[in-house]
């Protein structure tokens, strides 16, 4: 059973550009966070979804982000016009569709913002 | 919101020392996890324990709900150990709040 799937593990963008990053969630769970880790701090919650649903996206700065979890495909973690302080370390993390279940984490996209 | 607090902050130990990490939490929660990130990024899940005690190998864990607290035993450290242990709690609306967490060094 694979686990959480997050692509790419690496990201290199320049100030203005587009960054998306990608989630695919263990199979069997619909469920979909997102996390950022600023360097040296912990993970803080950004954006919380199901299929075709956002449930909570209370964490996601008001601009320039957004995220999506359609019905066929992975979640997309999409930040327009980068600008340095974007550079973090964005993990997804999956559930099955219960409340309150553990939740299962990727390894995490490390964007770098130039 | 919910605070977690992590203590101590940084844990330095020789190989085959015991250690105890403790993680308090401001209000009742749904659940808890314990993670540890290795010196590469992954968070690594390691407990699930919303209460109650836990055993894995050399890792266990306890948490006592009702006085809003757990804890994160290691014995016989090794230096494969070393990382960040992040504790995080599930709050009613199912997100999970992270702890500022525990860095451990191992030494041999």
């Known amino acids: 059973n694979a686990g959480v799937m997050q692509n790419p593990r690496h990201l290199v963008r320049r100030r203005g550009q587009e960054a998306r990053l990608r989630c695919s969630p263990m199979?069997?769970?619909?469920?979909v966070y997102w996390y950022r880790q600023l360097p040296e701090e912990g993970l803080k919650f950004m954006v919380y979804?199901?299929?075709?649903?956002?449930?909570?996206e209370s964490g996601m700065p008001k601009e320039r982000f957004s995220a999506e979890f359609p019905k066929e495909g992975p979640s997309i973690l999409r930040i327009q016009q980068v600008v340095r302080g974007d550079s973090a370390a964005y993990f997804c993390?999956?559930?099955?569709?219960?409340?309150?279940?553990?939740?299962?984490f990727g390894p995490g996209t490390r964007l770098t913002v130039t | 919101g919910i605070q977690v607090e992590q203590s101590p902050p940084d844990l330095i130990l020789q190989e085959g020392a015991n250690s105890t990490l403790r993680c308090n939490f401001s209000?009742?929660?749904?659940?808890l996890q314990w993670f540890h990130q290795n010196p590469w990024g992954q968070l690594i899940n390691l407990f699930y324990?919303?209460?109650g005690t836990k055993q894995n190998g050399r890792l266990s864990a306890t948490t006592v709900a009702t006085e809003r607290y757990s804890l994160l035993y290691i014995s016989s450290s090794q230096t494969t150990d070393s990382g960040v242990y992040f504790c995080?709690?599930?709050?009613?609306?199912?997100?999970?709040?992270f702890g500022t967490g525990t860095r451990l060094q191992v030494f041999p």
């Open positions: 324990i919303p209460s």
């Open positions: 979804l199901q299929k075709e649903n956002i449930i909570d």
């Open positions: 995080a709690v599930i709050d009613n609306t199912d997100k999970l709040i």
């Open positions: 199979k069997g769970h619909s469920h």
């Open positions: 209000d009742s929660v749904n659940n």
């Open positions: 993390a999956s559930s099955p569709p219960y409340t309150g279940y553990e939740q299962y």
